[in-house]
């Protein structure tokens, strides 16, 4: 791997691979009464978020203690950036600080890209969402997900609701994919796009024509604007949310006309094949882009992608750290504790 992760297009397939089958791994601890490896005991992670969020910020703080890291979190509100401080200077602060790794979330594109290339911080860079750009650990935690549950069995066919550690080794090669919603300010959509592709996945996206990208016709995907012909063949949908704070202008008529045309609600659901999955990155808007029905039903795996994506960013932070041990010891002091 290389030194920082920014884009889910740096990685290459074995990159990729190394990634989920290390992930698996370390999945296993969390069953244990102690969920911690000794494994980057001393290194320092600093959460660097110029941007809310919930489940990506708690998810690397979980998973930089669980391999025993010292984690600062930092937020822009409180803090010296509200009073002007530049990135730079925030930058050389925490290098200041002996920090190993910055996880950062930024409102600009290319914010993790001029962090990474810089000479202000020694360590790595892990991009965790800038602008509309990319979110690289969002995918790989996707990927983590359809693997486990996609990744063909002894016949090479599909399977549904596999259970942990069914995926290891396997690929996605061959399996379709269906993007729905908001693709146009959706960094998830860039990421999954590239990483899927990489992993030999057939990537389909949905979309009003208003919201998608200029240029996407350029993409290694499938472009459509019938989400029910879509949905007829495909392993896993991912539904994106409508994120109607980035939305400066009328996308589309009404909620309702949206929600018509692409929200995914039980009739749908039923239209998809047995064994096909339903995945969204979150947070939800309800009777928006997925009914209630489909989020709490069997087939969503909502909230197992965020139990997953603490396995994959500890994946993340262990191979860029440069673990020089096994991801997974038995360590006798540890779970005797």
Known sequence: MKR?????????????????????????IAGRSIKKLPTLRGRTVVNLFFEDSTRTRISFEAAAKRLSADVINFSAKGSSVSKGESLKDTALTLQAMGADAVVIRHPSSGAPHRLATSDWIGGSVVNAGDGTHEHPTQA??????????????PGGGPTFHRGPGDGTGRDLAGRRITVVGDVLHSRVARSNVALLTTLGARVTLVAPPTLLPIGVEHWPCEVSYDLDRALAGCDAVMMLRVQSERMNAAFFPTEREYSRRYGLDGTRMAALPEHAIVMHPGPMNRGMEITAEVADSGRCTAVEQVANGVSVRMAVLYLLLGGNEPAVTTHRTEESK
């Open 140 to 153: 790989l935690l996707d990927a983590f997900t359809m693997r486990r549950h996609l990744a063909g069995g």
């Open 4 to 28: 920082h992760l920014i884009s889910a297009a740096d990685l290459t397939h074995d990159d990729a691979t190394l990634i989920l089958d290390t992930a698996e791994e370390l999945a296993r």
